[in-house]
């Protein structure tokens, strides 16, 4: 028996076909457009034209490669001063840093992460000049 999924466009300018090249190149974004063209039905050209509208409304942000690392942190940071740009731009420096989010609730930043011990070490004594921090470790990805 196969379970049929509810779908919440978070744009309402997408529909069905939009969200079906999605949830493909989100699969493998390594197929053509002809490729994902003749799984949803659309002529190759038809599909690039639809990407590149995804693009333009800001729907797709970036194209991007998921990279494996043995290591990942996720960060979430307590200001303990108003320094938020200074901080900002320290964060931004390290390339262990995948992402940094601004957000409600517990914590002022969340910070995904992929530093080696010593590295996480040598970052997190840099911080504490802003700010407070909890760090959480990746024990596997479930999806």
């Not at 530093?115 to 760090?135: D, G, H, S």
């Amino acid at each position: 028996m196969k379970t049929v999924n509810t779908i919440y466009f978070q744009d309402e300018s997408m529909d069905k076909k939009d969200r079906a090249i999605l949830d493909l190149l989100k699969s493998n974004s390594r197929l053509s457009w002809k490729e994902i063209g003749e799984k949803v039905f659309l002529s190759g050209q038809a599909v690039g034209l639809r990407v590149q509208n995804l693009v333009d409304s800001g729907v797709i942000e970036r194209f991007t490669v998921a990279e494996h690392y043995p290591s990942e942190q996720f960060i979430t940071i307590y200001m303990d001063n108003s320094q938020f740009a200074e901080f900002e731009q320290l964060v931004s420096s390290f390339a262990a840093v995948q992402a940094i989010y601004k957000i409600t609730g517990d914590g002022c930043y969340f910070i995904h992460a992929t530093f080696a011990a010593q590295e996480l070490e040598q970052f997190l004594q840099q911080i504490t000049l802003y700010a407070r921090y909890k760090v959480n470790h990746s024990l596997r990805r479930l999806l």
